[in-house]
């Protein structure tokens, strides 16, 4: 299994922090180093508990303070929350997460193991428990904030499904530690062949480029069935940032083409269960809200991987440094053409370009790689083409280097 994703986040009710300043951020947003710690009073919402006489409103004067410090590679916050009753949240009458959770674990699902990760206080996690019984058999929570867990162990006393873990989703200990605990002595392994029909990965992903990282890093574990997938084709649903699935979803033809999206369609089908509409505007749907005021809110969108068949997926068992290698290498020049570009894999690359233009194999043999075609605009076929040339290529690098350029670079 690869130990790659050990980092830390901000909470899901965090500030968001797009990745880079894309889709016209406004500075003021990245804090500076120089800054002053700024506190931030988001939406008050009600948490008292509603009566048949006095129903819960928003216009309560509870609420929640988030301590924005200066920006650091471990994404701390300082959150507290005011509420009387922690098993209650806010009024759900306009709430998405129950659309959000009947789409993750639609109708015909039986006996599912839910891993939720990074559940906040818990707006999906109830929406979870609400559904009908025999879908869910147990809900296994990972968070390690104390301030959601005040809002999570409720849900433990009150539903024997329910088993709250105070484990970080970020650190590959965690899951380390659920195996040895125990919490999977239930699941059966399942040929790869079919999906496995009882385990199901649940996460809200950080609305920041550490959100990238991980789901970039959980994907690469599929090719070598590393992490959940030692037990089969593990389905994963996440709520995350619509820059975010732009980029997972990437075609050919779009500028947002990347290395995440290479891989993640190299590896996995995916699709939005819910329309995007359904989520916004995001703060009115969960809660606590993460919206700064002035400053624009990001869409979010619910959506569903499931890792390819063997036969379907593009990535070799093994392949999966060769890969990367060839990916970071490449995408670097991505708006150059690959006959151009591919001698920027190792001196004397070029001698590649003779297998992928093989005049004695037919145009479509998965051999042959259109080389004119720009990096970006290279298919999931092509790249399959090129990295099976540079692992036959005998002067291909012997120390890749892959793991730390990765892992620091994300998607």
């Known amino acids: 299994m690869s130990l790659l994703f050990m980092l830390r986040r901000g909470p899901a009710s965090s500030v968001k922090c797009c990745y880079g300043k894309a889709r016209n951020t406004p500075e003021e947003f990245f804090p500076s180093p120089r800054r002053t710690p700024t506190a931030f009073t988001i939406r008050p919402y009600s948490v008292k508990e509603s009566t048949a006489d006095t129903p819960r409103s928003r216009d309560d004067s509870q609420s929640i303070v988030i301590r924005s410090k ?29 659309l959000v959770a009947d789409a993750f674990v639609p109708a015909g699902s039986k006996d599912k193991v839910i891993i939720e990760a990074f559940p906040g206080p818990g707006v999906l996690t109830r929406a979870l428990m609400a559904l009908p019984k025999e879908r869910i058999r147990k809900i296994i929570v990972l968070e390690h904030l104390e301030p ?6 409720p849900l433990e006393a009150a ?14 200990n965690s899951y380390q530690k659920l195996e040895a605990d125990g919490y999977l002595n239930d699941i059966n392994t399942f040929p790869w062949d ?26 690469r574990l599929i090719p070598d069935g590393g992490w959940l997938f030692q037990y089969g084709r593990v389905p994963m649903s996440y709520v995350m940032h619509d820059w975010l699935w732009e980029r997972v979803s990437a075609s050919t033809e779009s500028l947002n083409r990347c290395k995440l999206s290479v891989i993640a369609q190299a590896v996995s ?20 809200s993460s919206v700064v005021p002035g400053h624009r809110v990001t869409p979010m969108t619910a959506v569903t991987m499931d890792p390819l ?19 970071r290498k490449l995408f670097v020049l991505k708006s150059k053409k690959l006959e151009r570009a591919i001698g920027h894999l190792a001196p004397g690359s070029t001698a590649l370009l003779s297998y992928l233009t093989d005049p004695t194999l037919p145009t479509d043999h998965p051999a042959r790689a259109d080389v004119l075609k720009l990096i970006r605009k290279m298919e999931t076929t092509d790249w399959a ?18 793991t730390e350029s990765f892992s620091r670079e994300g998607g």
């Not at 590679?73 to 129950?98: E, M």
């Not at 999906?195 to 959100?211: E, K, Q």
């Not at 068949?309 to 999966?320: F, N, P, S, V």
């Not at 990295?387 to 892959?402: G, T």
């Open 309 to 327: 068949k063997r036969q379907a997926r593009i990535i070799e068992k093994g392949m999966l440094d060769k890969w990367d290698y060839c990916l």
């Open 194 to 219: 079919q999906s496995h029909p009882h385990l199901h990965f649940i996460a809200h992903l950080p609305t920041s480029v550490y959100g990238e990282q991980l789901i970039a890093q959980f994907l």
């Open 70 to 98: 200066t920006r650091s590679t471990q994404r701390k916050r300082k959150v507290t929350y005011t509420s009387d009753n922690k098993f209650h949240l806010p009024a759900q009458d306009d709430w998405s997460a129950a």
């Open 269 to 288: 089908s995916f699709a939005q269960p819910l329309s995007p509409e359904a989520l916004f505007p995001y703060d009115q749907h969960f809660w606590p």
């Open 148 to 153: 959601y867990l005040e809002f999570l162990k």
């Open 159 to 172: 539903d024997s499904r329910v088993h709250v873990l105070p484990l970080d989703g970020y650190s590959w």
């Open 385 to 402: 083409a090129l990295v099976r040339a540079f692992d036959a290529w005998p002067f291909a690098p012997e120390d890749l280097l892959i």
